[in-house]
């Protein structure tokens, strides 16, 4: 698992908190934004597959996030499906594409399951830490009843 992996999640994650605070116009536009930098950072080929990678994996979260967020409040139960799965989803996108572009078909599925796990990881932690701050910060009538 390289800082990569781990920053691609983290990407992933912070483009749903984004679109929360901004709107979906904005990180449409820092999608776009996204990919043009990393033709500035990165070998051709490198550059190509990361373009690809990060513009359908973004676009593939919002998808996902935006139709399970619009039945949740921040730090709920269905927030947290939402990033969750929207985060899979995204590095599921993310990893095939980046991988088989950057290092040729068929993909590499050892490579491929560590950077998924990865990318996971980074989501599953989002969710946990902010799931936390939302319970410090939100006033106990509207927390969702404890499970018996």
């Given at each position: 698992m390289t800082v990569g992996t781990l920053a691609a999640g983290a990407?992933?994650?912070?483009?749903?908190?984004?679109?929360d605070l901004v709107g979906k116009a904005v990180v449409v536009a820092v999608i776009v934004v996204g990919a043009v930098l990393s033709f500035a950072v990165a070998a051709p080929q490198i550059a190509v597959a990361s373009v690809v990678a990060f513009t359908f994996a973004e676009l593939a979260d919002l998808i996902v996030y935006t139709r399970i967020r619009a039945r949740a409040s921040f730090g709920s139960r269905w927030w947290a499906?939402?990033?969750?799965?929207?985060?899979?989803?995204?590095?599921?996108?993310?990893?095939?594409?980046?991988?088989?572009?950057?290092?040729?078909?068929?993909?590499?599925w050892p490579l491929a399951l560590g950077q998924l796990i990865g990318k996971t990881l980074v989501s599953l932690l989002f969710v946990v830490v902010a799931k936390g701050v939302s319970r410090v910060v939100s006033d106990p009538a509207d927390r969702e009843p404890a499970r018996a």
């Amino acid at each position: 698992m390289t800082v990569g992996t781990l920053a691609a999640g983290a990407a992933l994650v912070l483009r749903d908190l984004l679109q929360d605070l901004v709107g979906k116009a904005v990180v449409v536009a820092v999608i776009v934004v996204g990919a043009v930098l990393s033709f500035a950072v990165a070998a051709p080929q490198i550059a190509v597959a990361s373009v690809v990678a990060f513009t359908f994996a973004e676009l593939a979260d919002l998808i996902v996030y935006t139709r399970i967020r619009a039945r949740a409040s921040f730090g709920s139960r269905w927030w947290a499906v939402a990033v969750i799965a929207s985060g899979i989803v995204g590095a599921l996108v993310d990893t095939a594409l980046f991988i088989g572009i950057a290092f040729g078909w068929p993909i590499d599925w050892p490579l491929a399951l560590g950077q998924l796990i990865g990318k996971t990881l980074v989501s599953l932690l989002f969710v946990v830490v902010a799931k936390g701050v939302s319970r410090v910060v939100s006033d106990p009538a509207d927390r969702e009843p404890a499970r018996a």
